[in-house]
C-alpha cells in the first residue's frame, strides 16, 4: 500500500500555532509563578523546586513548539483505498489507524486562520468509534478526499 504524506506547510504552520499558544502560556505561567506565588514563599526548597519545574516545562514547550513539527511531519502518512483509510503518526508511539469506509457517519473539512493563510485544510473523519483526522492537506487535496468519501458516505458503496 502507498502512503500519502500531507504538505510541508504544516512544519511551519504548526510552528506558529505552537508558539502563540507557548507566547500565552508563558504570560500566564510566569504572572501566576513569579507575580503572585513566589512573592508568598519563604522556603528556599519550595523556590528551587518551583524554578526547576519551570526549566522543565518550558525546556518541554519549546521542543513541542519547535522541534515537534518536524518529527510530527516525517512520521504523519495516510492512505485511502476502495475499502478503508490507513491513518499512521506518532511521535513516540507511532499509531496506525484502519478505519473502513463502511464505518464513516460524517465527514467534514475545516480551517483554522493559520491553515486559512497557507492554503491548507483538515479532514475530519467521524465514525461511531470517534473522530479521526488527516491534517494539513493542500486545499485541493481536501476537496478531492472529502468529494470522493462524502460519495461513498451517502450511498454506502466503495470508492471508485
Given at each position: 500500500?502507498?502512503?500519502?504524506?500531507?504538505?510541508?506547510?504544516?512544519?511551519?504552520?504548526?510552528?506558529?500555532?505552537?508558539?502563540?499558544?507557548?507566547?500565552?502560556?508563558?504570560?500566564?505561567?510566569?504572572?501566576?509563578?513569579?507575580?503572585?506565588?513566589?512573592?508568598?514563599?519563604?522556603?528556599?526548597?519550595?523556590?528551587?523546586?518551583?524554578?526547576?519545574?519551570?526549566?522543565?516545562?518550558?525546556?518541554?514547550?519549546?521542543?513541542?513548539?519547535?522541534?515537534?513539527?518536524?518529527?510530527?511531519?516525517?512520521?504523519?502518512?495516510?492512505?485511502?483505498?476502495d475499502?478503508?483509510?490507513?491513518?499512521?503518526?506518532?511521535?513516540?508511539?507511532?499509531?496506525?489507524?484502519?478505519?473502513?469506509i463502511?464505518?464513516?457517519?460524517?465527514?467534514?473539512?475545516?480551517?483554522?486562520?493559520?491553515?486559512?493563510?497557507?492554503g491548507?485544510?483538515?479532514?475530519?473523519?467521524?465514525?461511531?468509534?470517534?473522530?479521526?483526522?488527516?491534517?494539513?492537506?493542500?486545499?485541493?487535496?481536501?476537496e478531492?478526499?472529502?468529494?470522493?468519501?462524502?460519495?461513498?458516505?451517502?450511498?454506502?458503496?466503495?470508492?471508485?
Amino acid at each position: 500500500m502507498s502512503y500519502k504524506k500531507i504538505d510541508k506547510k504544516a512544519v511551519k504552520a504548526w510552528i506558529i500555532a505552537r508558539t502563540i499558544f507557548l507566547v500565552i502560556f508563558a504570560a500566564i505561567y510566569f504572572v501566576g509563578i513569579y507575580g503572585f506565588l513566589m512573592p508568598i514563599i519563604n522556603n528556599t526548597m519550595e523556590r528551587l523546586i518551583i524554578n526547576i519545574l519551570t526549566v522543565i516545562i518550558n525546556g518541554y514547550l519549546l521542543l513541542y513548539a519547535f522541534l515537534f513539527p518536524l518529527i510530527e511531519y516525517k512520521e504523519w502518512k495516510y492512505s485511502i483505498s476502495d475499502d478503508k483509510i490507513e491513518l499512521v503518526h506518532g511521535i513516540f508511539v507511532r499509531k496506525k489507524i484502519i478505519i473502513p469506509i463502511s464505518r464513516l457517519q460524517f465527514l467534514d473539512v475545516n480551517q483554522g486562520p493559520i491553515h486559512r493563510r497557507y492554503g491548507l485544510s483538515t479532514i475530519r473523519l467521524n465514525t461511531a468509534g470517534g473522530l479521526h483526522e488527516i491534517p494539513a492537506l493542500t486545499n485541493d487535496e481536501a476537496e478531492e478526499i472529502s468529494k470522493n468519501l462524502a460519495s461513498v458516505v451517502e450511498a454506502g458503496e466503495s470508492i471508485e
